[in-house]
């Protein structure tokens, strides 16, 4: 699985790869260096492979290179930074 970063400004998306194949996509916005995990899609067909994961586990490696606070505003962004809380405490925003 190989994962490919794409920014726009302040948007931007995380798309996931099996072969040439895209199986998943998140889209995110980026203000004042606070990340925005707005959605995340796996494609029919892929759900239950740890893709959706991956895709989060992607965007956060990119907001702590960055140097970026997240806000997970997806559910299944806010459930996977539930079971990381401790990982991931210092670069969530408040109530998260």
């Known amino acids: 699985m ?3 970063i794409i920014r726009n400004n302040d948007r931007g998306e995380v798309q996931a790869y099996e072969g040439e194949v895209q199986v ?6 980026i203000t004042d260096s ?3 995990i707005e959605h995340t899609k796996v ?7 740890g893709i959706d994961g991956i895709l989060v586990q992607s965007a956060t490696d ?4 960055h140097k970026l606070k ?3 505003v997806c559910s ?3 459930l996977w930074y539930k079971h990381h809380k401790k990982q991931y405490k210092s670069i ?3 109530g998260e």
Do not use: R
Not at 24 to 29: C, K, M, T
Not at 62 to 65: E, L, N, Q, S
């Open 24 to 29: 998943g996509q998140i889209n995110f916005n």
């Open 2 to 4: 190989k994962t490919k």
């Open 76 to 78: 299944y962004a806010q």
């Open 62 to 65: 990119y907001a702590v290179h």
């Open 70 to 72: 997240i806000k997970p």
């Open 92 to 94: 969530l925003t408040k």
């Open 34 to 36: 606070l990340l925005s």
């Open 43 to 49: 494609i029919k067909g892929f759900e239950k492979k």
